[in-house]
């Protein structure tokens, strides 16, 4: 075929994504980190699959709208920096679909191809060869090179999946760490599996699956056909608009429409607000106190094909049963729908979390601390983010991570907030250290002098952990056997053995050589599921003579790190 429609396109990228679920636990193992923590493929496959359940049983009228569907509902649910990397890639390929037209032709492909890639590279301020970039860049340089190759959409997919698997062959020759452990990038091959998914549907080889489980988080949702299922208050209005039309000739002219002014002056009376366009139609959903004034300047740009209002706090009163309207406008003056004037000046602070052990412990010490669930959610998606800083409904805000991996969704969460709403974005690398500074923070300081404290705390605490090596591996030319204990620190492994307490010795003598001046005033063990209790006592015995301290021991049943040893002066 010439051109690929629509329907045929959609059907593409949810066999993409299935193909990605189908191997996510092998692209997950293809972490180089000797760490039980490769989670790439499993950020991918929620990616993937949270985009597809928005578009799988939706029929879309041109590619544009497919398009912008699909790449905002990606990033929206991008897990992970390779969820959010790949939300780009898709964002720069969808960005050359021509308006209102419903077929792709092959210029039209290799374009996407190359938009992907600027795209993608773009969206890190440090772009990593070796990588998921190396693939796509690759793929679309090769393209380019055989323009007027390809007569046909089947030749040219064949050729991008062949590309692909060259360009993954040669991930290893630009990153070290990869040729040492022997495997190819993990970001890369994920999204070879996509792109392969996508031509065996088109070959029909493999028809894209509608049977995909949905998850159960919710998803952003901007088709026309949009269902807001949040509970709030006042009115949920929702309209169908046809542009310019008048329901009498005698009528006076409409306004000439703009999508931007129309936007302004429904934000001014509500929120929530999600507004498509689609040639001579518009879709409006937003949520207001005022549903005469939301008709109102809709009627100004053309009549009304379809109206919906729902009263949103009749509607929590029959949920609630008990609440008084007095309950519910206290609570209003709360709610998730708040504007930029009726925001706290008090500092709020959100931190990751990553076992449930670790979750009571911060609400039995750390009153006030916001939290974000890791355990159940894995990495937390761009739209977690969001909903976790949009909840504390403060201006001020201190977000931990505790995971490198989770900077570009927290980083692009942060990109949807009003300018007037400060967020100090601080990562840790470690949920034990998020602990310590969540335990720094007092309600008494300002935000300024919050954050002063808690950097201070960073650059004194030393961090080390001992986890246990999955596989065998030679890595800063340390060599690891399978189930071997290894110690990471500095984010570098430096000891191995089979024995946990010469280990963890070897990296408290380590941590200590650091402090030069004078000896770590607090010393804190948080350990998690693989720990020998007979461990403990004699690291207690250890430190206390070596360092002369008593260690604060926390268990957090983590599976991935055995030990995590702080220390602060």
Do not use: W
């Not at 599996?193 to 029909?204: I, K, Q, S």
């Amino acid at each position: 075929m010439e051109y690929i429609n629509v329907n045929k396109l959609k059907n593409m990228f949810v066999a993409g994504a299935e193909k990605v679920s189908d191997n996510f636990e092998y692209i997950n193992k293809l972490n180089v980190f000797p760490v039980p923590d490769g989670d790439t493929g499993s950020n991918m496959k929620i990616t993937c699959i949270n985009a597809n359940s928005t578009i799988e049983s939706v029929e879309f009228k041109d590619l544009k709208t497919l398009g912008n569907t699909y790449s905002r509902t990606l990033l929206m649910n991008a897990r992970g920096n390779s969820g959010v990397i790949f939300s780009q890639i898709i964002k720069g390929f969808v960005s050359a679909f021509p308006e209102n037209q419903t077929e792709l032709d092959i210029s039209t492909l290799i374009k996407s191809f190359e938009l992907a890639t600027k795209r993608g590279y773009v969206s890190l301020v440090n772009p990593i060869e070796g990588t998921i970039l190396t693939v796509i860049r690759m793929i679309s340089e090769s393209l380019n090179t055989n323009i007027g190759k390809f007569k046909t959409i089947e030749e040219l997919f064949k050729f991008v999946v062949e590309q692909g698997k060259i360009a993954l062959d040669k991930t290893p020759d630009f990153l070290i760490n990869l040729k040492q452990a022997n495997v190819v990038d993990s970001g890369g091959y994920a999204l070879c599996c996509y792109l392969e998914g996508m031509y065996e549907c088109l070959l029909d080889k493999k028809e894209a699956s509608t049977s995909i489980k949905k998850p159960i988080n919710n998803n952003i949702n901007i088709m026309p056909n949009f269902i807001d299922n949040n509970e709030g208050f006042g009115y949920c209005c929702e309209f169908i608009l046809k542009i310019g039309a008048k329901v009498v000739s005698e009528q006076s002219a409409k306004r000439s429409f703009s999508k931007d002014e129309l936007t302004n002056k429904l934000k001014k009376i509500g929120d929530s607000l999600v507004l498509v366009h689609d040639d001579d139609i518009v879709k409006v959903h937003v949520h207001s106190i005022n549903p005469y004034k939301v008709l109102q300047i809709g009627a100004e740009y053309g009549e009304f094909s379809k109206v919906k209002i729902e009263n949103m706090t009749f509607q929590f009163l029959d949920n609630n049963p008990g609440l008084t309207l007095d309950g519910v406008k206290s609570k209003k003056a709360k709610s998730n729908n708040a504007t930029d004037n009726n925001l706290s000046d008090t500092t709020q602070i959100i931190s990751t979390i990553s076992t449930n052990e670790l979750s009571e412990l911060f609400k039995k010490d750390l009153s006030g601390i916001n939290m974000i669930d890791t355990e159940t959610n894995l990495n937390p998606s761009i739209q977690n983010f969001l909903d976790a800083l949009k909840k504390v409904k403060s201006k001020k805000i201190i977000l931990l991570v505790h995971d490198s991996n989770m900077m570009l969704s927290a980083k692009e969460a942060i990109k949807f907030l009003s300018k007037n709403i400060k967020v100090h974005l601080i990562c840790t690398n470690d949920v034990g250290l998020n602990y310590l500074l969540c335990l720094s923070y007092s309600i008494e300081q300002t935000y300024e002098q919050t954050i002063k404290k808690m950097n201070s705390i960073m650059k004194k605490a030393r961090v080390g952990k001992i986890s246990k090596s999955i596989k065998k591996i030679k890595f800063n030319d340390v060599p690891i056997n399978t189930n071997d204990f290894f110690s990471i620190y500095d984010k570098k492994i430096k000891y191995a053995n089979k024995n946990q307490m010469n280990v963890l010795n070897n990296l408290i003598d380590l941590m200590s050589k650091q402090f030069k001046k004078s000896l770590p005033k607090q010393v804190y063990i948080f350990y998690g599921n693989e720990f020998l209790i007979e461990n403990n006592e004699e690291i207690k015995k250890y430190i206390k003579e070596k360092l002369l301290v008593d260690p604060e021991f926390i268990f957090t049943n983590e599976s991935i790190y055995s030990y995590h040893v702080i220390m602060v002066n």
